[in-house]
């Protein structure tokens, strides 16, 4: 299953690329509506990684973040994770509760469900654009939010994976908002074996 990832070419690279703008794209939307602020958004990188590497995009496996993890279903399952420094989701919190700045020091169940919810409505958004292209029905699973160091949470999907081949591919995409400081990083990581079906349904063979 690894083979498949090491054999991509720069064009079926630049297809998934594309894919990703226009998801994230709709994600930073739904998320500038949620907290009524301007999201900037990267242009999404795409990589293949070795499992081991993943962690140090999000700032090291130490680095303390909360996540938002969600399955995806249909014919091309996979993973998506949207990653959050601490500091950044307590920000968020605040922004989305109608809170001060800073007054989220810690996160209750309340604020925990909001963050989930706001990791629900841009897998969505996100899975609809990667919808549109394919014309696949694929469908997210009910989000699961931790706090932990990001080597931890990023296992959680990469040990499933590490069954499959010792490579992921990484379609990853930063958001930061003008003033506050907020930064998050979304992560598409496609099953090996849905990356055919993928770009088969997208009519790009090599």
Do not use: C, W
């Not at 998320?31 to 242009?43: A, W």
């Not at 499933?160 to 930064?183: C, P, R, S, Y």
């Amino acid at each position: 299953m690894s083979e498949e990832i090491l054999k991509l070419s720069a064009l079926q690279l630049d297809a998934l690329r594309e894919i990703g703008n226009v998801g994230a794209g709709n994600a930073a939307t739904a998320l500038s509506q949620i907290i009524n602020r301007k999201i900037d958004m990267t242009v999404p990188q795409v990589a293949i990684l070795p499992l081991g590497e993943v962690p140090e995009v999000v700032g090291g496996p130490d680095a303390m973040v909360a996540g938002v993890y969600l399955r995806v279903f249909g014919p091309a399952p996979g993973s998506i994770l949207f990653l959050l420094p601490r500091d950044s989701a307590f920000s968020l919190v605040d922004m989305v509760m109608g809170r001060s700045p800073g007054t989220t020091t810690a996160l209750t169940a309340m604020d925990e469900s909001a963050l989930m919810e706001i990791g629900n409505i841009l897998a969505g958004a996100y899975l609809n654009a990667l919808s549109y292209f394919t014309r696949l029905t694929l469908l997210p699973s009910i989000p699961a939010l931790a706090m932990d160091m990001a080597g931890a949470i990023l296992s959680v999907v990469l040990i499933q994976l590490g069954q499959m081949g010792d490579h992921a591919l990484v379609i990853e995409t930063e958001f930061a908002t003008e003033a506050d400081g907020v930064k998050g990083h979304f992560f598409l990581i496609p099953d090996p074996g849905s990356l055919a079906t993928i770009l088969a349904a997208i009519g790009v063979k090599e």
